[in-house]
């Protein structure tokens, strides 16, 4: 039992050991979408991660962060607020000295904490009377660090469920991001 219990400690401190924590920030282009509509809206995001080599070129980078959206088209003052935890797996490919390029792709969950156009008084709720606080993207993209210290990232999220509580009404996002981070 003892020998199994310091391969455990080994195994855990050698995946930790090529763990990189990052801290990122970064600018959102999102669509909405229903049979009817198509809606534009940017956003800004702040989230970490963890990438955790699973061996090789291969890992995991589960992070948590935060999702600002906002629009002030057509008399609307649209704000959006969520929390998002993205799990991607990834492949990463040395280029040369100091450059490391990564494909990457997974879910992330996202989960609403404010939806509302604050153009209406009181302020219009959507959380209350349209959209559902949960929801899944699926996602990919590339990134690129330099020097083990910044990373580039830019990537694509389909959404997956109907955001909407309304019956006959299939509404989804997707969203274009590109963020900058620091690596420790």
Known sequence: MKKLLVLAIALTVSVMAKAQFSVQAGFLMNTTQTALTTTHYNGVELFAD????LGGNFGIAPGFGFEYNFTNNYGARYREVCLMLPIDLNISFPINNGINLAIFAGPTLHYGLLSKDFATNPAYDYYLNEN?????????????????????????????LNNSKIANINERTNTLALSVGYIF
């Open 50 to 53: 963890y990438n955790i080599n």
């Open 132 to 160: 559902n606080r949960f929801e899944m993207t699926l996602g990919g993209g590339i990134w690129c660090d330099i020097r083990e210290a910044i990373r580039v990232k830019i990537g694509y999220k389909w959404g997956v």
